[in-house]
């Protein structure tokens, strides 16, 4: 198997005792605690052989990202996973032979009757609790901490997704970077694209941006700044995506899937949500890209492009706590004035103030932006990826 320059990861081989995992994921809301879930699974299955079996409770959230996902299905294979529907965990779930080892996803709590299956397994599986992804110095001091069961015999490790080698790094598949590249490299696999897309490809002068949101009172300084822009631009936006938002804005016209709406310089075009990896390839296609919460903010990274960043929004703006932690490493090495520019872009998007006067400053910044999150990205990818972190982790203690 050839070893591309981006990809790091040292293969560690699971014991064969120990080749089955369960992961757990509830979904809070959204389709993050789905989308890490099942990427996890996927790669776990794909480049480490493991048997994964993945627990979801709101399946038509997981098949919203994973059209081969029959969301009806008590129980499926996909893409190389087990798929079966759970009733999260304060349902039953009685009769289940525990995996080598169990994944709890976002401490989503696992059923009673699973708990104490596990603790009576000999030898019991090593049981870790994958954690939020978060930038913060602390995490280090707790990724791989043990915490005993409160009545059960039964250990559970913290496992925390970072940005550094004593985090548990972040999901990044094997050949991403390569296959990125290669991509771009390649205009009749773009322009093929476009078309499964359904849109035609956009002119070499456009500034084409995808948009995805929470809900941002600040959107419509943005798309007003766009129509009075200097340059024309492109704005992707998914179904179901700041609808209130862009509803007033265009008094009651959203462009849906497949429509677009031109005012000014701004073209707005409706887009029905992609397949996990077509989403990739939509970031990989855009100058700018505005995501959120935790798996589309790591794609923008890996897309190697300038990005606005919008965390969960959490009570006492804890997430600002995370972004300004994001901030302070990955704005090394940023000239000041491309720096402050990318700081003001996301302080006003956060704050939902006026994003439209803080966009001149940042679009101007952009040909430092994308440059300095393309080496951010090769940096990040010299370091082992989170899934091949994980089984080493397991592998040590099975
Ligand atoms: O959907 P999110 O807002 O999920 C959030 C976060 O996970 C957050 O941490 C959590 O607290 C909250 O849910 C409850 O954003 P995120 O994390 O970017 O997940 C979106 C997923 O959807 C990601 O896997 C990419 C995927 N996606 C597609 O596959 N196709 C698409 O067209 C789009 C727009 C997204």
Redesign the pocket.
Known sequence: MLKSDFDSSPTVAMPQRAHRWDIFCA??????????S??LARQLASEHGLEVRLFVDALPALA???PAIQPTREEQIAHGVRVCRWEGPHGALAGIDPADTVIEA?GCGLPRPYLAAMAARYPQPVWINLE??SAEAWIAGCHGLPSRHPTLSLTRHFFFPGFTRSSGGLLRERELLARRDAFRADAATRSAFWRMLGMPAPAQQMLVVSL?C?PNAALPTLLDAWVEGDEPILCIV?EG?ATSALDSWTGGVVPHPGQRLTRGRLTIAG??????D??DR?LWCCDVNF???????V?AQWAGRAFVWQ??PQAEDAHRLKLDAFLDRYAVGLGSDAAAALRAMWAAWNDQADAGSAWRAFAGARSRLAPHTGAWAARLAAMPDLAANLVKFCSDRV
């Open positions: 979904v809070v809301d959204n389709y993050g605690d789905a989308g890490v099942w990427r919203r990202i994973a976002f939020y992804l995805f929470y998914p995506v887009l029905a949500f992609l397949e996990q077509d989403f939509l995501v959120r919460g935790e798996d589309s903010f794609r965390p969960y």
